[in-house]
C-alpha cells in the first residue's frame, strides 16, 4: 500500500470502497465498536433511494458554520436485533439542527472504529451532504466522552439524540462531559437501548484541533491493505507502515477470560506465537476494546494505540466478544493520531484511565527484536 | 369563607398568603405532593433578594405568546434531603427560552399539590415575571404527563429538565406523552433523582381547555378555611361547599398497610368513625396519593376528585407516607376542575388509569347519610 494508492479528494463513495471502509473500521474497532458490515447493509440499502455519497476534505468545509458529528451510542447487541430505519442519523442532525436554528454544511465522523463509521454516512446519504475524511477517535471507545470533540471542546457541546421512533432529546451543553456521558446514557436507555447522537463540530480555529484528519483514508487504506494480504494468504507478512501501523504478533488464541458483571466486557486474550519469530505469548487486556498487549512481560502496545485481532485467513476482525480458542489470528497495532495522546487526551483515554498502572508509550513502527 | 374573602387580582403575595397557599397546597396533595412547607422555606428565601410575586389571573394574560408551567419532577424524598438552591426553576425556564428562541412573559403552576405549588412562585420571583392564578392538575398526581397540558395538547409540547448543577436536557417535543414520562423519568434519575421541568403552555384557543383557572386563589381559600377550622378546633364541621369541598369523615387511622416495591408508594388506610354521625369505617386506597374513599361499602369519592387526610388538631396534612395507627384525623373531599373529569382527562386520570374497576362518579357536595 503506497500513499499513491490513496483514494483522492473529493471521492464518491462505490460499493467497493465501502466494503474497504468496513473492513478497515472494523480493524481500527480495536476489538470493539460493533459490527461494521451490518451498518454497511443499511448504507447501500440507504444508496439506492438518494445521491452518491461524496467524502471530502475537512481543509475543503473550513468555511461551513455547521458540520455535525454523528454516532450511535448505546450496545452493539441492541442494533445487531433492530437495524432501525436507516433514517436515525438524520434525524438526530434535523434535531440538533431545529434546536440551534441553524443548518448542517457537512456530516463527519464521530468514531471510526466498528459500525459507528457507517452511521455518519447514512446521514450524509439521506441528508445529501458531503461527509468530512475525518473523525474524533481514530478508533472505537466505549463512552461518548473519549473522543476530541469533548477533550479539546472550548465551551459546552449540544448532544441532539434520536430513537427509532423518532423521539428525540437534547442535551443543550452541558459543562463537564461526565454529567453529559450520565445523561445521555440515561436516554439511550430509555430510548431502548440504543439511540443516535449527533453533535457539532468546532468552527474556526478550534476545529483542526478537535478533528483528526483522513479518518476514512485511512480506514480505507487499511481494510484494502488486510484484505490484499488476506487474499494472498500472508496477513502475518503485512507491511503498515505507511499507514502507521505494523503486525504485532502470530499465533494461536490458547486462553479467554471474558467478564461481564455490569459495565463493560472484561478480559484478557492470551496467545501463542508460531515460527521462529513469534515466540513466546501474547496477551492481550480488554475492556470492550483491546486496550493493552503484552508480549510476554514486555508492553508492545497500549491504549489510545489500536490492537487489533484478525482471522490469520480471512482478515475479518475477531472482537473481544468474539474471540475462542483455537482461532489462528494475527494481531495488529496502528498508532493513535497525536490529538488522542496528547496529556489532556491521555487523562481520558491513556491506560491510566481504564485503571492499568502503565504510562502510555507509543507503538513502535520497526519491527522489535526481543 | 365567602367569595368575597377571596384575594383580589392582581395579587401581592405576603408571607401569611404564602402560608395559607402552602397549607391548601398540602390538602391539594391529595396525600402526595411531597412537603409544601419545605419548598415555601425556598419561596421566603428568594424574597428577601427579589421584587414580591405577583399572582395575576389567566384571563390578563391571554395576549402573552410564551407562558412556562414550572414543576419538580422525582422524588419528595430527595428534595427533603436536597432542598436545592433555588434557582432551579428559573433555570429550567430559561433552558426552555434558550431552546424555543423566545422569552417568557408569564409562569405558571404545572401542579398545585403538594411542594410543586412552591416551585413555580420560585421562578416567578427569580425571574421577576407574574405568575397566574392557575394551574394543570389542580391537585398532585405522580407522573408528568397527568396533566391538562399533556391531555388538550394539540402538538408535540416541548420539555426543558435542570438540576441543581445547572446541567440541562430538552425534550423537544415528543407526540405521545408516554415517551416523554419515559425519557422525562430517566433524565430525572441522571440528574440524582429529581429534576425541575418547564413547558410551554398553549397559546390562543388551546390555553382556556389546557389551563385551569383559579387554583392558587382555591389552594388559599382552602388553606384559610383549615387554618380557621384548626383555631376554632371544629375541623369535623368545616364548610367547603363554596370551594367545592366537603368534610367526608372523622375518625381515628385503626388500620395502615404500606408497600412500595418498585414504583409508587401502594396501600390503604382504615378509619374508624366517631360520633353519631360518622359511623362504621372509611377506606382509603392510595398509590403515591390518595385514590378512592369507601365508606363501608360506599363508594363517597374516587380519583380525580381529591382525598385528604388532616390531623384533626392542627389540621395538617396527612400523607399517604405519614399516616399511622392512633392518628385522628378528618377526611376532606374536593371536587377535581370539569377539565379532569372529561372522558379523555378519566383515561389518564380517572379510576381505571390506577387499576380500579369502578367508574368514576363526581364528589356530592351535599352530606350523605346512610
Same mark, same amino acid.
Given at each position: 500500500?503506497?500513499?499513491?494508492?490513496?483514494?483522492?479528494?473529493?471521492?464518491?463513495?462505490?460499493?467497493?470502497?465501502?466494503?474497504?471502509?468496513?473492513?478497515?473500521?472494523?480493524?481500527?474497532?480495536?476489538?470493539?465498536?460493533?459490527?461494521?458490515?451490518?451498518?454497511?447493509?443499511?448504507?447501500?440499502?440507504?444508496?439506492?433511494?438518494?445521491?452518491?455519497?461524496?467524502?471530502?476534505?475537512?481543509?475543503?468545509?473550513?468555511?461551513?458554520?455547521?458540520?455535525?458529528?454523528?454516532?450511535?451510542?448505546?450496545?452493539?447487541?441492541?442494533?445487531?436485533?433492530?437495524?432501525?430505519?436507516?433514517?436515525?442519523?438524520?434525524?438526530?442532525? +434535523? @434535531?440538533?439542527?431545529?434546536?440551534?436554528?441553524? %443548518? !448542517?454544511? *457537512? =456530516?463527519?465522523?464521530?468514531?471510526?472504529? &466498528?459500525?459507528?463509521?457507517?452511521?455518519?454516512?447514512?446521514?450524509?446519504?439521506?441528508?445529501?451532504?458531503?461527509?468530512?475524511?475525518?473523525?474524533?477517535?481514530?478508533?472505537?471507545?466505549?463512552?461518548?466522552?473519549?473522543?476530541?470533540?469533548?477533550?479539546?471542546?472550548?465551551?459546552?457541546?449540544?448532544?441532539?439524540?434520536?430513537?427509532?421512533?423518532?423521539?428525540?432529546?437534547?442535551?443543550?451543553?452541558?459543562?463537564?462531559?461526565?454529567?453529559?456521558?450520565?445523561?445521555?446514557?440515561?436516554?439511550?436507555?430509555?430510548?431502548?437501548?440504543?439511540?443516535?447522537?449527533?453533535?457539532?463540530?468546532?468552527?474556526?480555529?478550534?476545529?483542526? +484541533? @478537535?478533528?483528526?484528519?483522513?479518518?476514512?483514508? %485511512? !480506514?480505507? *487504506? =487499511?481494510?484494502?491493505?488486510?484484505?490484499? &494480504?488476506?487474499?494472498?494468504?500472508?496477513?502475518?507478512?503485512?507491511?503498515?507502515?505507511?499507514?502507521?501501523?505494523?503486525?504485532?504478533?502470530?499465533?494461536?488464541?490458547?486462553?479467554?477470560?471474558?467478564?461481564?458483571?455490569?459495565?463493560?466486557?472484561?478480559?484478557?486474550?492470551?496467545?501463542?506465537?508460531?515460527?521462529?519469530?513469534?515466540?513466546?505469548?501474547?496477551?492481550?487486556?480488554?475492556?470492550?476494546?483491546?486496550?493493552?498487549?503484552?508480549?510476554?512481560?514486555?508492553?508492545?502496545?497500549?491504549?489510545?494505540?489500536?490492537?487489533?485481532?484478525?482471522?490469520?485467513?480471512?482478515?475479518?476482525?475477531?472482537?473481544?466478544?468474539?474471540?475462542?480458542?483455537?482461532?489462528?489470528?494475527?494481531?495488529?497495532?496502528?498508532? *493513535?493520531?497525536?490529538?488522542?495522546?496528547?496529556?489532556?487526551?491521555?487523562?481520558?483515554?491513556?491506560?491510566?484511565?481504564?485503571?492499568?498502572?502503565?504510562?502510555?508509550?507509543?507503538?513502535?513502527?520497526?519491527?522489535?527484536?526481543?
Amino acid at each position: 500500500m503506497t500513499t499513491e494508492e490513496m483514494p483522492r479528494q473529493p471521492w464518491v463513495l462505490t460499493v467497493a470502497d465501502l466494503d474497504a471502509i468496513a473492513l478497515g473500521a472494523g480493524v481500527l474497532g480495536s476489538g470493539g465498536g460493533g459490527p461494521a458490515e451490518l451498518g454497511k447493509l443499511l448504507v447501500l440499502e440507504a444508496l439506492r433511494h438518494t445521491d452518491p455519497i461524496t467524502i471530502v476534505p475537512m481543509e475543503s468545509q473550513e468555511d461551513t458554520p455547521l458540520v455535525v458529528a454523528v454516532a450511535q451510542v448505546g450496545t452493539p447487541m441492541v442494533f445487531s436485533e433492530r437495524l432501525g430505519r436507516g433514517t436515525e442519523p438524520s434525524r438526530a442532525v +434535523q @434535531a440538533l439542527e431545529a434546536h440551534l436554528g441553524a %443548518r !448542517a454544511g *457537512a =456530516i463527519m465522523c464521530d468514531e471510526l472504529g &466498528g459500525m459507528n463509521s457507517m452511521m455518519p454516512l447514512l446521514a450524509a446519504a439521506h441528508l445529501r451532504l458531503p461527509i468530512l475524511d475525518a473523525d474524533a477517535m481514530g478508533r472505537a471507545f466505549p463512552d461518548l466522552y473519549m473522543d476530541t470533540l469533548s477533550m479539546y471542546a472550548e465551551g459546552p457541546v449540544p448532544c441532539a439524540f434520536c430513537d427509532e421512533e423518532g423521539n428525540t432529546a437534547i442535551l443543550p451543553g452541558v459543562r463537564d462531559p461526565r454529567p453529559t456521558e450520565r445523561l445521555g446514557r440515561a436516554i439511550t436507555i430509555a430510548m431502548g437501548g440504543m439511540s443516535y447522537l449527533a453533535r457539532p463540530a468546532p468552527f474556526g480555529q478550534g476545529r483542526r +484541533q @478537535a478533528i483528526i484528519p483522513g479518518s476514512y483514508s %485511512r !480506514a480505507w *487504506a =487499511i481494510g484494502q491493505a488486510v484484505r490484499r &494480504g488476506a487474499d494472498r494468504q500472508d496477513l502475518p507478512a503485512l507491511d503498515l507502515r505507511t499507514l502507521g501501523g505494523r503486525v504485532l504478533f502470530h499465533g494461536l488464541v490458547t486462553v479467554v477470560n471474558r467478564r461481564s458483571a455490569r459495565g463493560p466486557l472484561h478480559g484478557a486474550v492470551t496467545i501463542e506465537g508460531y515460527g521462529n519469530h513469534f515466540t513466546g505469548a501474547l496477551r492481550l487486556e480488554f475492556q470492550n476494546e483491546y486496550l493493552t498487549a503484552h508480549w510476554d512481560s514486555a508492553l508492545v502496545a497500549v491504549t489510545p494505540d489500536v490492537i487489533s485481532l484478525i482471522d490469520d485467513e480471512t482478515g475479518e476482525p475477531v472482537g473481544a466478544d468474539q474471540a475462542r480458542m483455537g482461532h489462528h489470528v494475527v494481531v495488529l497495532g496502528f498508532q *493513535a493520531d497525536p490529538r488522542m495522546t496528547t496529556p489532556e487526551a491521555l487523562q481520558v483515554v491513556g491506560p491510566a484511565a481504564f485503571g492499568y498502572p502503565l504510562a502510555y508509550r507509543a507503538l513502535e513502527l520497526g519491527e522489535e527484536r526481543r
